[in-house]
């Protein structure tokens, strides 16, 4: 006798006890359409970040107000500046997105320099004043991270697209 | 020999800096991705700019992956949060009715849900089938041809003869049960063998 077929969100499991079911799911797996090459490329060249990767301290994404149903609530509209923090143990940096560039500030507050980085190697280098505030014109398209080096300390935020 | 490898061995190669070994991840997942932001909606440039973003994470994730058969679930729902992001972004230049336009509504987010799961489902048995034996997949692969071969034709294609092709899938289907990717896969989904499926492909590695 069949045993009784479970349900995830009303769709039925596959019973890939069955040759003929794991046959079936089989052909659908192996003919699923290929990727385009350019994406493929993009995914093979990633990995040349893996030596710095490796090499300074990571900062995670703490705060995304994209992610903030609460700030959907307030009305914050499409167009409104996005913000995001990244924040370590004790260092981080903040920053609010807008068409027209990038405003931030290291965390703590202090003087150092932020490199804005793009996944293709390009960078730009800009100072962080005594408050450690900056600015970047707007970037072009993609996922960028930041380089930040304070006094004491340098770190590297995760991949962002914005 | 990159396809040879298991998928633990293939996450420690690439995390020792093996760029065949990270090439083979990326052939083996970048359909996974693809699926996923499908699902969203989003503009090919859009979706591109997801798909990168996932593979840049991966990248500074190598290092902490301690259980590689979570590696699916694991891209999945990344991809997925990178593809809620990303709408939000889209949404600043296209014009979006502000009360649904860029909600995900509860319906489409059940019907997400399924598609993930379907595509996860389709990845493990890419995984499964890559730990065959090269003429094992061939097999699968003229078995699963659109439009299909006849028995007649891969007979001719394989050199075996007609009577054996039977036979010989029902064999290997069950060597596709016991690989490492599929019973990894049934286990996780409630121990279960007979049923796939299950809330695996949303499990965090973390």
Known sequence: ?162 | MAETYDLPALVRASAGGDQDAWNELVRRYAHLVMTVTRQFRLSPADAQDVSQTVWLRLVEHLTDIREPAALAGWIVSTTRHECLRQRRVAGRTVPVDPINGWQLDKPEAVDIDSRLLEAERHQVLRDGIAELPPDHRELLALLSADPPHSYAEISEILGIPVGSIGPTRGRILGKLRETNAIRTYTEASGGAAPTGGGRHALAELE
């Open chain 1, 1 to 162: 006798m069949e045993p009784p077929r479970l349900e995830v969100d009303g769709m039925p499991s596959p019973n890939w006890s069955n040759d003929d079911e794991l046959m079936r799911d089989v052909g659908q797996a192996l003919r699923t359409e290929p990727v385009e090459e350019r994406i493929l490329v993009a995914a093979r060249a990633a990995f040349t970040w893996r030596t710095m990767d490796a090499e300074l301290d990571l900062i995670g994404v703490l705060y995304d107000s994209h992610l903030d149903e609460a700030a959907l609530v307030r009305g914050n509209s499409p167009g409104a500046p996005r913000t995001l923090v990244f924040h370590g143990d004790d260092l981080g940096v903040e920053i609010e997105v807008s068409d027209t560039g990038i405003e931030g500030q290291l965390i703590p507050p202090g003087p150092g320099e932020v490199s804005l980085l793009t996944a293709d190697g390009t960078h730009a280098t800009v100072t962080a004043d005594e408050v450690g505030c900056f600015t970047f014109p707007a970037p072009p398209r993609g996922p960028i991270r930041l380089d930040c080096a304070l006094e004491s300390h340098r770190f590297v935020t995760e991949w962002i697209t914005i």
